[in-house]
């Protein structure tokens, strides 16, 4: 269901604070909207238990006073921006397979739907990573294999993956 949920914090430490997302609950935030032209909106965590929280401002005509001083000049663009994601890898595909289903979907929907974080774009590594549980390629073989004759998937790449 669209709309906030708070937080259920667990901490871990000094300064380490995580939200859980259990089968039972996850917390959600309210669907992004757009301010209104001549205003920004800020989203702000902190250590302190802040998650994403939206605070909005007004933008100044006027010069502030001496100090560090940001210009934005909205008529000049560098680059398109395609979305926002985060990278599918082995250990992350374990983790969320070791959930239940009901937690998977409460996780899934954190990341990808209008009440997350509104993920649009999954990397995904090709072959072992950093973040996986054994070294492996696609053409594990000793001798060069130029034509890729024993080219295949790995086992993680078919039930983690793909």
């Known amino acids: 269901s669209a709309g906030a949920r708070p937080c259920?914090?667990?901490y871990f430490g000094r300064d380490a604070m995580v939200c859980v997302c259990s089968?039972?609950?996850c917390d959600a935030l309210d669907p992004v909207v757009l301010p209104v032209p001549g205003t920004f909106a800020r989203y702000e965590s902190s250590k302190a238990g802040k998650r994403l929280e939206r605070s909005e401002g007004t933008f100044q005509r006027s010069p502030p006073p001496p100090g560090l001083l940001l210009t934005l000049n909205v008529s000049v663009l560098h680059?398109?921006?395609?979305?926002?994601?985060?990278?599918?890898?082995?250990?992350?595909?374990?983790?969320i397979l070791a959930l239940s289903p009901a937690a998977q979907e409460h996780l899934l929907r954190?990341?990808?739907?209008?009440?997350?974080?509104e993920y649009n774009l999954v990397?995904?590594?090709?072959?072992?990573?950093?973040?996986?549980?054994?070294?492996?390629?696609?053409?594990?073989v000793a001798a060069a294999d130029y034509e890729l004759e024993h080219f295949k998937l790995a086992e993680e790449d078919l039930k983690m993956k793909v």
């Open 8 to 10: 259920s914090p667990k």
């Open 23 to 25: 089968a039972a609950h």
């Open 79 to 95: 680059q398109r921006l395609k979305g926002f994601g985060g990278s599918l890898s082995d250990s992350a595909a374990i983790n």
């Open 110 to 117: 954190s990341y990808f739907s209008e009440e997350g974080i």
């Open 123 to 140: 990397r995904t590594p090709m072959a072992c990573s950093d973040f996986s549980v054994r070294p492996y390629s696609y053409d594990d």
